[in-house]
């Protein structure tokens, strides 16, 4: 489902993400965890067609982000770490324009709506203007635009963030239930969220991979928990 192939990309002196290469399947919820500015965000905007890099290429579901970016586009869902959203609009009206985007018309937008609503657990604000909402459901917002069009790569960057513990609670709870037919890829760097969603991990740090294994795996071999095994890892680095 997604082939990164050797991605780099710099800005000016600054080495973002370089020469990275990882695989990832159907079933797979991918925790990709790092520091602040080890690359995460960086790498997820390149897969997902906001930033091209400088060298090495990536495909999703065959599809070359540098050549095909638009079809790279039509099957993935990304939700950015700070995804924009339009004040002025209804939940509704900002949902609606998702669809206009995504060309999802008729009945398939209606199923798609009744589906998608309820999945957020967005019903009791649906008809508020997003500038009356919470950063709670602002985030709920941006993730059910992003899964609108139920894509079979979803591209998460912090999707709990702004969450109280119950709503963090309700979107793992989505996420597991997502993860049978989909692959997932979660930059985050709550540790709690990767052990309750994440299958597999990868430990990004100054650009580069320093570990991809299972957070049972890591916890077994380092002998502590995901915290302690995550500061050893970028230490090590540093």
């Known amino acids: 489902m997604i082939k990164v192939n050797r991605l780099r990309r710099t800005f000016g002196p600054i080495i973002a993400v370089d020469d990275i290469s990882f695989e990832a399947q159907t079933g797979e919820v991918l925790g990709f965890l790092g520091p602040n ?61 998702v669809c206009d985007a995504r060309q999802i018309n008729g009945q398939a937008r209606t199923k798609a709506l009744d589906r998608i609503v309820p999945m957020c657990a967005i019903e009791g604000v649906y008809h508020q203007t997003i500038d009356t909402l919470s950063k709670g459901f602002r985030r709920r917002t941006s993730l059910a635009g992003a899964l609108i069009h139920d894509p079979k790569v979803l ?46 991990t990868i430990i990004i740090d100054q650009g580069r991979i320093r570990v991809d294994s299972s957070p049972a795996k890591l916890k077994e071999e380092y002998k502590c928990e995901l915290d302690e095994v995550f500061r050893k890892i970028t230490k090590k680095s540093a």
């Open 155 to 200: 591209i998460l960057d912090e999707p709990t963030d702004g969450l109280d513990p119950n709503q963090k609670y309700e979107v793992r709870q989505l996420i597991n239930k997502m993860a049978k037919d989909k692959c997932i890829i979660i930059s985050t760097h709550i540790l709690e969220e990767v052990q309750a969603v994440c299958n597999r």
């Open 37 to 97: 500015g080890a690359g995460k965000s960086t790498t997820m905007k390149m897969l997902a067609c906001f930033l091209a890099p400088d060298s090495g290429t990536a495909s999703i579901n065959g599809f070359d982000i540098v050549k095909q970016p638009v079809d790279v586009r039509k099957n993935i869902g990304y939700l950015a770490e700070n995804a924009p959203l339009y004040n002025e609009m209804t939940v509704a009206g900002f949902l609606n324009f």
